[in-house]
T-cell receptor, first 113, second 115 residues
């Protein structure tokens, strides 16, 4: 069954600290994996897209890693800011099904001053 | 400004009263899609379209209809809304289908309540 699971479900961190979010997937065959940031009540915004051959990709203070062998990805937030408070969603397309996407349940991050 | 717009942003309606949520994008994207987001269930795909006159079911298409008569527009139609369709709806578009790695741009969302 094609699944995308994220952990933790939520976390609280102090401003300036780092944190790492996890994403495990069972979608096969694999083409790419995306991380989105979703502020409360707003549409998701793309942070990174990683293809099979990429291990690490950065977007400012966000760094995503991908291990296609273990089917795991992580999103690392460096020097967190209050504006990082949001849900972070891992998404993997189901290539065999065409353009259908499997979404993880998301990790809700709260950055406190 | 490149964007995906949805209307209305908020809608309260009654069971059985047909409604349409519009979605429009100004990026000349071929691919468009509708999602619903519910607490504890995350985002789920309703319908998607690869191009004009080409639509296909997502994971939760029951109770919904779509059409793609123009490239920029992809309306979501609820012929007979029911309370279980109360949800937050997002429209999204991308350059080509997601399997090729193009990022999707999401609209601001439409919060629908069916009483």
């Amino acid at each position: 069954k094609n699944q995308v699971e994220q952990s933790p479900q939520s976390l609280i961190i102090l401003e300036g600290k780092n944190c790492t979010l996890q994403c495990n997937y069972t979608v096969s065959p694999f083409s790419n994996l995306r991380w989105y940031k979703q502020d409360t009540g707003r549409g998701p915004v793309s942070l990174t897209i990683m293809t099979f051959s990429e291990n690490t990709k950065s977007n400012g203070r966000y760094t995503a890693t991908l291990d296609a062998d273990t089917k795991q990805s992580s999103l690392h937030i460096t020097a967190s800011q209050l504006s990082d408070s949001a849900s972070y969603i891992c998404v993997v397309p189901r290539e065999a099904a065409g353009n259908k996407l499997t979404f993880g349940g998301g990790t809700r991050v709260l950055v406190k001053p | 400004e490149a964007q995906v717009t949805q209307n209305p942003r908020y809608l309260i309606t009654v069971t059985g009263k047909k409604l349409t949520v519009t979605c429009s994008q100004n990026m000349n994207h071929e691919y468009m899609s509708w999602y619903r987001q519910d607490p504890g269930l995350g985002l789920r795909q309703i319908y998607y379209s690869m191009n004009v006159e080409v639509t296909d079911k997502g994971d939760v298409p029951e109770g919904y209809k779509v059409s793609r008569k123009e490239k920029r527009n992809f309306p979501l139609i609820l012929e007979s809304p029911s309370p279980n369709q109360t949800s937050l709806y997002f429209c999204a578009s991308s350059q080509i289908g997601s399997v090729l790695g193009y990022e999707q741009y999401f609209g601001p969302g439409t919060r629908l309540t069916v009483t």
